[in-house]
């Protein structure tokens, strides 16, 4: 069973959703965000859209499946949340400054709402939940 999660990626013009299947802890958000920067523009450059798509690219399996863009099939961030409700968590990704990101890290709890765990930069984020933390 997978620990699924959504990542909105946003910026001042638009919001990008994806859809992961597998790992989805803050420890592997951490890498997988790292790992879409390989694909990426360089910041201070971020776009919603195309860092939405270098996610994807980066993450991807060979066999596809595990991860997806999802933005057709809502008209707007509350309806995707709520048809997702089964998720464990979503992230939401956006551009802090010219060095780093921003992410919310945003949990789903027995009582069927979203819980704001904890915001910070992606540098931060690394720092506490990655593969080099200690294990809180």
């Known amino acids: 069973m ?3 999660a959504i990542y909105i990626f946003e910026d001042e013009n638009e ?15 951490a ?12 910041l201070p ?7 939405a ?3 994807v690219a980066a993450n991807k399996n060979r066999r596809g499946g595990e991860v997806r863009l999802v933005n057709a099939l809502f008209k707007d961030r ?13 992230y939401v990704i956006s551009k802090h400054n010219s060095q780093d990101l921003w992410v919310e890290i945003w949990q789903m709890r027995d009582t069927w709402n979203w819980v704001l765990i904890d915001e910070l930069t992606h540098t931060e984020m690394k720092e506490k939940y990655g593969e080099r933390a200690i294990a809180i």
């Open 2 to 4: 997978g620990t699924r």
């Open 15 to 29: 919001e990008v959703w994806a859809y992961k299947h597998y790992d989805n802890y803050p420890r592997g958000a």
């Open 31 to 42: 890498d997988f965000i790292e790992n879409a920067k390989e694909f990426a523009w360089e």
């Open 45 to 51: 450059r971020f776009e919603a859209d195309e860092f």
């Open 53 to 55: 798509a270098a996610f």
């Open 78 to 90: 509350d309806e995707m949340l709520e048809a997702n409700h089964w998720c464990d968590y979503h």
